[in-house]
């Protein structure tokens, strides 16, 4: 059963962001073959730079501290380049070349390195440009450890760009996410692969690899899943043609 909570949202600019981020890093990368054949989609190069280093500027601008990565595929050639990297941001490895537990195992293989904190969680293929106030500080500034579980940023699906799904979620008049997609239906908002976690969803988690979708279903089920929706651009960079489509319109400003 539901239990439905009334929370006006109402930003503290004083907010803290948190110190950690866990940097999701370990996927296959199929859907942008034949590039991924010899390097892992993180360092695939978007407007100039890999992805990830897109989110690590993103990261080392909003203040955070700790970036804890998981690899997985061609996971030496990626923990060679964040060796580059630890001069911006303190970065911790989670190993999974054993086996690639996807989202919500990768999040439990690395609990130890996240902490006790509330974190900050992003997807290495991410690519997404501020829009008034920086994204990462606005999620920090939302957050409310009292009623919240989950708070995940979202984009507007007419402004997913590159985007071909149907759209992710519903909200409600206070952020709160009411619905989960249904088969053949949209959904007006698009999860944006950044979100801020309280560490108290990392609970009764089944063996082996599994989504981060069974977190925010018990936190939907809960009434403490919300979303913050995104004032600035975001791109969907999943295939090879996505690039050239993101850089055109990274280009045209």
Known sequence: MT????????????????????????GLGKRMRPLTAMRPKPLI?????PLIDHVFDRLRSAGIKKAVVNVHYLADALEAHLRGRVKDIEIAVSDERAELLETGGGIVKARDLIG????LCVNSDNLWVDGPTDAIRSLAAQWDDATMDALLLVVPLARANNHAGRGDFHLDAFGQITERRQPGRLAPFVYTGVQMLSPRVIRDWPEG???TNLFWDRAIEAGRAFALV????????GTPPA??????????G
């Open 3 to 26: 239990t439905h909570q009334t929370k006006s949202l109402r930003p503290d600019p004083g907010a803290k962001v948190p110190d950690t981020a866990m940097v999701m890093a370990a």
């Open 45 to 49: 190069e978007v407007a100039g730079k």
């Open 116 to 119: 006790d904190e509330p974190f």
């Open 209 to 211: 690899a599994f989504s």
């Open 230 to 237: 995104h004032q600035g651009q975001w791109f969907d960079v």
């Open 243 to 252: 690039i050239r489509a993101t850089e055109t319109l990274l280009a045209d």
